[in-house]
């Protein structure tokens, strides 16, 4: 018996999308950290509830916002929110246009309406970076009408069977803000930690197969050692983030490891003891 999220997948893979959108497709490759937070999110995504992915930077959120597009064959329009953010950038803008020799106005769709009507995606990336007055223009595409009144055109939107909302924050971050009750209650809300152990041995191998293995050992060691002063409180979330140790273990293959971690980790912390401490703790496995 074919299962919901298989059910789903055939259902998505079937509707054919232009080649243009087939470039939109994430490539995956999403290492979920215990053996359901995948399937749970897809099976959010398959009954069509928008998903809240909550983690520190570098985790993985996006990976798994491109994986979920991957397993669908379902195109990604994305938003990268900030203070700046508009109705504007959300849904689209009045442009004039010249034809035949006469100019007209029309509107140039944004990523919201785009998404809805094709079935794409919508991956909301910082989410709580972006101004409370700006989102509620989406409250009716995020609750059960999955609908939208352009208030530019008059035009009703209604979406596409296949349409889903992704969105992604880092509580506490310098510049978020709490999301407001009314938008948080639209969506299911998952949190995304990092990845360690054997998962992590698992991915270091995958991306450098090739690599020292006394290098592989220093980074595998320190991101443990990152974890667990993360989990005292004696770092910042940042300081473990699995992203800036792939960034320490690229150029480690290139320069010496310490100038490395440096680069990629230390240097991107605030706190002046933050950044001794992070070097202490890789020195600690440098023989």
């Given at each position: ?19 243009e959108?087939?470039?939109l ?11 359901y ?20 930077t ?6 798994l ?18 203070v ?7 849904l ?39 101004k ?49 009750e009314?938008?948080k ?7 995304i ?47 473990a ?23 990629a ?22 023989k």
């Open positions: 018996m074919i299962d919901l999220i298989e059910k789903e997948q055939m259902i998505r893979r079937s509707r054919s999308h232009s080649e959108d087939q470039q497709i994430g490539a995956g490759g999403y290492l979920s950290p215990n053996e937070l995948l399937n749970d999110v897809l099976i959010a995504v398959t009954l069509k509830k928008p998903v809240l992915l909550k983690g520190p570098g985790a993985g959120k996006t990976k916002a491109e994986t979920v597009s991957q397993y669908f064959s379902q195109p990604v329009q994305s938003i990268n929110c900030s700046d953010l508009d109705a504007e950038a959300l689209g803008f009045k442009t004039i246009v010249a034809k035949d020799g006469l100019n007209s106005i029309e509107f140039v769709e944004g990523p919201v309406i785009e998404a809805m009507k094709k079935g794409h995606i919508l991956y909301i990336d910082e989410i709580n970076m972006a409370s007055e700006t989102l509620p223009i989406l409250h009716s595409v995020l609750d059960y009408r999955r609908m939208l009144t352009n208030p530019y055109t008059g035009e009703v939107i209604n979406a596409h069977p296949d349409f889903t909302v992704i969105s992604a924050i880092n509580e506490g971050y310098i510049g978020t803000t709490p999301m407001n009314a938008l209650n639209r969506f299911i809300s998952f949190s930690p990092y990845i360690s152990g054997d998962l992590l041995e698992n991915l270091w191998n995958d991306l450098f197969p090739t690599a020292p293995r006394q290098l592989h050992t220093l980074m595998l060691n320190l991101a443990e050692d990152l974890k667990e002063q993360v989990i005292q409180g004696l770092l910042s979330e940042e300081a983030s699995i992203r800036s140790l792939q960034y320490a273990m690229e150029l480690a293959l290139y320069i010496d490891p310490m100038r490395a971690i440096n680069y980790i230390a240097e991107k912390l605030e706190d002046e003891q933050e950044k001794r401490l992070v070097l202490e703790l890789a020195s600690s496995w440098i």
